[in-house]
């Protein structure tokens, strides 16, 4: 089964950084599509960033700038480099991967468990 398990959350001071990594595993053949989306309390879930198959990325606009989403396919690994973050950044942060699984061929669309990012003084 495909899982993804995202990891680098944690308390930072605004101006910080922070970089996020989203490992898939499982029986993949290919990813074609991943997003990194974020919840804030009281609100609903939005899309921050996405990388394409192609490496295309794109952002929301308070983020443009600041994040930088990347791709390490040997690991099947999908990074978000957080700079300048705000205490408007404060979110639990989801990655969600699409592809193909191995050997059924068929398609995929998991989400992880989630890393909060605190901005705080």
């Known amino acids: 089964q495909v899982q993804l398990v995202e990891s680098g959350g944690g308390l930072v001071q605004p101006g910080g950084s922070l970089r996020l990594s989203c490992a898939a595993s499982?029986?993949?053949?290919?990813?074609?599509?991943t997003a990194w989306h974020r919840q804030a309390p009281g609100k609903e879930r939005e899309l921050v960033a996405v990388i394409t198959s192609g490496g295309s990325t794109d952002y929301v606009d308070s983020v443009k700038g600041r994040f930088t989403i990347s791709r390490e396919n040997a690991k099947n690994t999908v990074y978000l480099q957080m700079n300048s973050l705000r205490p408007e950044d404060t979110a639990v942060y989801y990655c969600?991967?699409?592809?193909?699984?191995?050997?059924?061929?068929?398609?995929?669309?998991?989400w992880g468990q989630g890393t909060l990012v605190t901005v705080s003084s």
């Open positions: 499982g029986s993949i053949f290919s990813i074609n599509r």
């Open positions: 969600n991967a699409n592809g193909v699984k191995r050997y059924s061929y068929k398609s995929f669309d998991i």
